[in-house]
């Protein structure tokens, strides 16, 4: 039972260049969701989505893209990094099939330099 | 909008001592409530949650929080702090309106005390 899973766990990225966080789960789950943390903001929701070809922005959504083309699977871009997008991200899901409990991944760890 | 509330960034106690975190939220419709609990350079990990029913829910760790619909809070205690509780906790709404986000307060880190 692997939950979500994140990946790369670590990444260093220069400004300007592109990556793409992966983020998938295996429990069905209508709602993912992907946060950043920074130190005193808490998490702050970056985009989300409610199923399968629908998502929509959060709290910080600039710089960012995703797309929900199954279920199990919702990746978050970095268009062009900026030192300003150094952070610990989080994806996380939930559904109706958990009590909607959120799951976290691990988090990812990302510098940009 | 919906939003999350945790008064206090920081909150010392004494090893022993009463546990009082608290949270507030902002919302016009009956919430799902969350608390979850942080350990340095780890993921987040559900300590207990609020969907319907008994008001007094009780978590891991003896955490327990109680839903008051009147005052808009889900404060978290624990009768006896250990120093094992020493984490960031983060209290966390989902609305089942206009979106289905799910919001996460600033999170409040605690100091535990020998």
């Known amino acids: 039972n692997a939950g979500v899973t994140q990946t790369p766990k670590f990444q260093v990225l220069k400004t300007g260049q592109s990556m793409t966080l992966q983020c998938a789960q295996d429990m069905n789950h209508e709602y993912m969701s992907w946060y950043r943390q920074d130190p005193g903001m808490g998490l702050r929701l970056i985009h989300y989505?409610?199923?399968?070809?629908?998502?929509d922005q959060g709290e910080v959504p600039n710089g960012y893209n995703v797309s929900r083309s199954t279920t199990e699977d919702f990746p978050l871009r970095l268009l062009s990094a900026a030192p300003s997008q150094t952070s610990v991200y989080f994806c996380a899901s939930r559904g109706a099939s958990s009590g909607n409990t959120i799951y976290f991944g691990e988090g990812s760890w990302l510098t940009v330099v | 909008a919906q939003s999350v509330t945790q008064l206090g960034s920081h909150v010392s106690v004494s090893e022993g001592a009463l546990v009082l975190l608290r949270c507030n939220y902002s919302s016009s419709v009956p919430p799902y409530l969350f608390w979850y609990v942080q350990y340095p350079n780890q993921g987040l990990q559900l300590l207990l949650k609020?969907?319907?029913?008994?008001?007094l829910v009780k978590g891991i760790n003896g955490f327990e929080a109680e839903f008051k619909k009147s005052e808009t809070s889900f404060h978290l205690t624990k009768p006896s702090a250990h120093m094992s509780d020493a984490a960031e906790y983060f209290c966390a709404v989902i609305v089942e309106t206009g979106g289905f986000k799910t919001i996460f307060g600033a999170g409040t880190r605690l100091f535990v005390k020998a």
């Open positions: 609020y969907t319907t029913g008994a008001t």
């Open positions: 989505s409610v199923g399968a070809g629908i998502t």
